[in-house]
């Protein structure tokens, strides 16, 4: 075929990207996490008390990253998305709130104030994100949160139904919505990457916390 006549590579859409971004970086992808130390053996329920503990330290308080994405969106897509997202958000934040407190302290583990001061760290980055002026770095964190928390929440689910609680319905936006709003902000390519920025970062945090569960738990281990 002549160069006139061959087919051109398709590009991938945003929304394409951040769903491989999570599933090739996210809490799914972690070595913690797939190789089962949060849902099987003698120690799953101490190391998921710890994950529980420091989900909370990054994801527990008001305002969140949504909450503080949503303060930038105008328009009328994203402002339906973002409000679905923020009240969906704060009944999760108060499903880890009564798990948290269900579960117990966190496991006695060596350095703990640096653990905690790492997280801390850690909240500070991601509201730097979620209140970012580069059009489009927010709501990729935003987005990339919600599609993280799926797997999150699984664990969350876990832990529940250990502490014989039932796990509420978990009413964040749903995957052809969230694509959607992706497709309809990324109007330019800046925008495009700067959602990809913000939801590489956001990602990046969450890659921190659980290594930082898997050092915790090989500590105790040990």
Known sequence: MSPSTQPRPQTRGVAEMLDSLVASDGTGAHPHVRAGSLSSGPDAMRNLADAVHFLCLLHGRY???????????VDPASRQWMDQAAEAFAQERAFLSK?????????STHGQDQCEAAV??????IDMLAESDRHGCA???AIALTLDWRTIRVLLDISAQRLDMAPPRCNLPD???TARLAATIAETPAVERAMVFGAQQLIAQHSG?????AVRAASRHH
């Open 120 to 125: 801390a760290a850690q909240r500070k980055a």
């Open 175 to 177: 995957l052809p919505g």
């Open 139 to 141: 709501v990729g964190a």
């Open 99 to 107: 798990i948290a407190a269900a579960v117990g302290p966190a496991p």
């Open 63 to 73: 305002p969140g990253v949504i909450d503080n994405a949503a303060r930038k969106a």
């Open 209 to 213: 916390l659980w290594d930082l569960m």
